[in-house]
């Protein structure tokens, strides 16, 4: 029964369990002809039977800025988790937050918690930073040989156009998560009475016999936190203005490409390849 209650209180308040950390996106490719793109047009306007060399090539130049990139970031999270810190600030916001039945205690461990790891996190973001934006450069110029090999025609236009999307993917993860973050800002006290309501179910139910009744009273006080937590004003204006803004920043993206496109369009005369290679990469 203590299990099945806790895996319905885990159910019921999932978000609200830990402080999230915003943990930047980080950046990674997927080969040739598997990235964003519009249009119509094969890899870079070329025949890959002519090109095997030069695909390769590039190929192994990514993989290797891949690799170099995955360990930066996992190094750079490791000293993150393991900073003294943040172990220390993490035990003492969990102490609270996972036990209090107060809200505006959950809200001061909170917040205790991000401003302990200021510095630490800072040079968390710093260190993923400076290993996306040597990615970046190993990626631009891997295209850049390859482009040249392949198609010098158009290597420059195809240059100008890789990095106007580039720059359209980046500004919109940029947005997008800022949007978020907007958004967990926005319902910190909400979540932290939701935190604070099941805290109180659950001191309830340990205390309780245990029985079918405190069962259903258990279940009613979780769905009863998560049904206040949804229909708090607070929380239903802040999911309409990040959704607002998630679309917003979509929309400029997709303007933002296909002006990148039209301007290649204008440049060679031709139409732009509708694969580029480049994506959105996780890690």
Sequence with gaps: ?????????????????AVGLMVPTG??????GHGHGNGNGNHGGN?????????????????????TYRNAVHAARDAFKSDPVVINAKAARDAIVKTSGDPAAIDAAKL????????PLATRDAAISAAAGVWQQSV??????FDLATNPTDAAALGTLRTAIHNANAQSRTDMRAADQA?????????????????????????????????????????AAKT?????????????????????????????IAAARAAFLATTGHEAPKHLGQHTPRV
Excluded: C
């Design 1 to 17: 029964m203590r299990t099945t209650i806790r895996r319905t209180a885990l159910a019921g308040v999932a978000t609200v369990m």
């Design 27 to 32: 950046t990674a490719f997927a080969t040739p």
């Design 47 to 67: 025949s890959a039977p002519a090109n095997d060399p030069a695909r390769h090539a590039l190929r192994d130049a990514i993989k290797s800025a891949n690799t």
């Design 112 to 119: 205790a918690f991000a401003s302990a790891i200021v510095a």
């Design 140 to 145: 631009d110029a891997a295209f850049a040989t």
């Design 183 to 223: 958004y967990r800002s926005a319902i910190t006290h909400a979540a932290s009475v939701r935190r604070a309501a099941v805290n109180n179910a659950i001191t309830a139910w340990n205390a309780s016999a245990k029985d079918s009744a405190a069962a259903d009273a258990f279940h009613m006080a979780v769905v």
């Design 228 to 256: 206040a937590f949804d229909a708090d004003p607070t929380v239903i204006d802040a999911k309409t203005a990040r959704s607002a803004a998630t679309t917003a920043a979509k929309t400029a993206r997709t303007t933002a």
